[in-house]
Nanobody, 114 residues
Framework: QVQLLESGGGLVQAGGSLRLSCAASGSISSIYAMAWYRQAPGNQRELVARITNDGSTNYPDSVKGRFTISRDNAKNTVYLQMNSLKPEDTAVYYC????????WGQGTQVTVSS
């Protein structure tokens, strides 16, 4: 089992920045990739960023160049640095760990005001 605890969401004006954190615990060694997803009301959950154990990252075009995913293996923590935020980035952001199955955090709200 893997437990994920997110933090760092909040309210920010358009153009601002936020950093989300996700601390993993439990069967850490089983994880081979971690990611951030988001879900806005009425929308499907969508991938925001992914990082594998070898450090490879990928982003959708909607956030490329604005968001950066990183990891601190010593702290078992993954970060999502979000810059140049837009109102359309408003959503609940979920941390995801990929092992034998997907694990999810409880979500953290990010609201970007115009």
């Amino acid at each position: 089992q893997v437990q994920l605890l997110e933090s760092g969401g909040g309210l920010v004006q358009a153009g601002g920045s936020l950093r989300l954190s996700c601390a993993a615990s439990g069967s850490i060694s089983s994880i081979y990739a971690m990611a951030w997803y988001r879900q806005a009301p009425g929308n499907q959950r969508e991938l925001v960023a992914r990082i594998t154990n070898d450090g490879s990252t990928n982003y959708p075009d909607s956030v490329k160049g604005r968001f950066t995913i990183s990891r601190d293996n010593a702290k078992n923590t993954v970060y999502l640095q979000m810059n140049s935020l837009k109102p359309e980035d408003t959503a609940v952001y979920y941390c995801n760990a990929i092992a034998r199955r997907y694990y999810w955090g409880q979500g953290t709200q990010v609201t970007v005001s115009s």
